[in-house]
């Protein structure tokens, strides 16, 4: 039997570089799904006709998606706009779906298509599938490293069970999805392999690859047709458990760092009885709530907080105030005096506000269609480029991305300038600057920065302002006028979902996504300087897809909104 399941390309791969351009693109991910309709039907044809394991395991693989969401042509009185909305909802939004189909057309297709191109019967179907295929960027290798990245991902940071997830329920919530044996396994051999680490500062993820293969084997042996199969798995776990306790280091004195991704709390003991990876990670709980604060943080943040808070579980040192805040507000502008804003305190000092229900759906569906067809991979800044001014695709950052300009669209403008008075900020350019033919560009805030994470997308901890010695080039205007740093941001949910919520670390608190909602923070202190407390991440989406809109505002124009401490003094 042959049960290897990682290709030998993957490792040629350079480390901790995921290139997943496709599974990074929700858009594209939705065009894939419903290219795949027109493919299983084409499969379905030499059915009649030609008999296949290859063929039959495609189809069968197929299954599942077409439980939770019907073909196009099952459906009536759907059009088919409507159609690739649900499909970015119910099938790109879960990630064991996309899995699968990841798994279909980068290892299945190729494979079924050269034995179709074999025979003489269905060859004229291999010929119409190349074309089909042709029309569409198709994933590749790395872009199933992506997708095992992001059920990786999601498993660790809800602390969910490989079992649960395996049979499509996510955080609860019971789906159609379905992982077999073997793509369990691919996911262990994947994090134990320490070519693609699912985040920096680490390396082979020995403790997921435990509890993933763990797992894999429960179910083979509940299903006791498949005595190869848990054989190698029981392998694979005396081989991974080794490793993992030679290897260990450990967690005392590392809160923040340890444990993690790569080791348990402890070393795996088999005495009076085996110690399975998830009763450590219950341990691992205890031990945290225990163990002191740790200034020697790896990547600059304490990874148990930010993923706590991802849970929706309280810190120790939260600035959350000790009782819900809510309240209606005008905030003393007319503008608002009919319509007061729904305001939610999540911190006082630092300021951090919740604006509910902020959003028309006539604003998001605008903004959302707008955009779409632009999206491309997200990126981070580069460190590497002294200018401040490069930039890198990397796995710290799974999003799709893109801009919009106010002089795009009134509703855009108005959007800004109502920012703008919630915020008590300059927001906008002065409107003889929206007529057609002038040049777009920005002072006192940035175009809209439009955001897509698809199934397990995240954004590890980070500033929006800039560090001071690594200033981009647009900080100063074409004519020398100074535009400055990020001063503040406001967030914009577009749509619901669950997980993503944006957690700061060294706040305490987080702000779930709930759609029109705005969530705004400073990103600078009163001297002008980064704000360590402004540091926040973009949790992993669990299930469905997460639209969110940044305006970035610039500190330049604010001079008399926000002035420096020391004009206010003089």
């Given amino acids: 039997m042959h049960i290897c399941i990682i290709p030998t390309l993957l490792l040629l791969f350079e480390a901790s570089l995921v290139y997943s351009i496709v599974f990074s693109v929700p858009h594209e991910l939705a065009s894939l799904f419903k290219m795949e309709e027109e493919l299983v039907n084409r499969l379905k044809m030499a059915t009649g006709f030609y008999k296949s394991e290859t063929l039959e395991l495609y189809l069968q693989t197929c299954e599942p998606r077409f439980k939770q969401l019907p073909a196009f042509s099952d459906l009536k009185q759907v059009t088919e706009s409507e159609y690739l909305a649900k499909v970015l909802v119910d099938l790109v939004g879960n990630p064991i779906h996309v899995y699968s189909l990841m798994d279909r057309l980068v290892m299945q297709l190729s494979v079924l298509r050269k034995e179709l191109a074999g025979q003489h019967r269905t060859a004229s179907i291999e010929e119409s599938i190349g074309s089909l295929v042709e029309e569409l960027e198709m994933p590749d290798e790395t872009d199933l490293e992506g997708v095992t990245q992001a059920i990786a991902r999601i498993q660790f940071a ?17 789906t159609e999805g379905k992982l077999s044996i073997k793509q369990m396994m691919n996911i262990a ?3 134990i392999s320490g070519t693609q680490p699912m985040r920096p500062a680490i390396g082979k993820e020995f403790a997921l690859a435990i509890e993933w293969a763990e797992g894999a084997l429960h179910i083979a042996k509940i299903h006791g047709d498949d005595k190869a199969m848990e054989k190698f798995i029981t392998k694979f776990l005396q081989k991974a458990r080794l490793e993992h306790n030679n290897n260990w280091r450990s967690p005392a004195g590392q809160r923040g760092n340890l444990p993690n991704e790569e080791f348990f709390v402890r070393r795996i003991v088999n005495n009076p009885k085996l110690t399975t990876g998830m009763e450590l990670r219950m341990e691992e709980t205890e031990f945290l709530r225990n163990e002191p604060g740790n200034g020697h943080l790896n990547q600059g943040y ?16 939260s600035h959350a105030p000790s009782t819900p805040m809510c309240m209606l507000t005008t905030k003393n502008n007319p503008y ?3 319509a007061p804003l729904k305001l939610e305190i999540v911190s006082e ?3 951090l506000h ?5 959003l028309t759906d006539g604003e998001i569906e605008f903004m959302t269609t707008k955009i779409l067809s632009q999206l491309k991979a997200a990126t981070v800044q580069d460190i590497a480029v002294s200018n401040g001014g490069g930039s890198k695709v990397s796995n710290e950052r799974t999003q799709s991305s893109g801009w919009i300009w106010d002089q795009e669209g009134e509703l855009l403008y108005k959007l800004s300038k109502k920012t703008g008075k919630f915020v008590h900020l300059e927001t906008t350019r002065p409107e003889e600057e929206m007529a057609p033919g002038i040049q777009w560009r920005f002072v006192e805030a940035e175009a809209w920065q ?7 997308g995240h954004y590890l901890p980070h500033f929006d302002a800039f560090d001071s010695n690594l200033m981009p080039p647009d900080v100063w205007s074409t004519n020398r006028l100074w535009v400055g740093n990020r001063i503040a941001t406001v967030m914009f949910y577009l749509s619901d979902l669950v997980g993503g919520s944006t957690a700061f670390p060294n706040m305490g608190v987080a702000a779930t996504p709930r759609k029109g909602t705005a969530v705004f923070w400073y990103n600078l202190d009163k001297d002008g300087r980064r704000d360590d407390l402004s540091l926040h991440g973009a949790c992993p989406t669990a299930l469905g897809i997460k639209w969110v809109s940044n305006k970035w505002i610039r500190e330049g124009a604010q001079m008399w909104k926000k002035p420096c401490p020391g004009i206010v003094t003089s």
């Fill in 349 to 351: 000092q630092p300021l």
């Fill in 158 to 174: 809800y602390r969910l069970d490989p079992v649960e997830l395996a049979d499509g329920k996510i955080k609860g919530i019971q």
């Fill in 336 to 338: 608002f005096y009919l």
């Fill in 450 to 456: 439009m955001g897509l994470y698809g199934p397990g």
């Fill in 189 to 191: 051999e994947r994090r």
């Fill in 354 to 358: 919740l604006y509910h229900e902020i």
């Fill in 302 to 317: 304490n990874i148990h907080d930010f993923y706590s808070l991802c849970r929706g579980e309280r810190v120790k040192h």
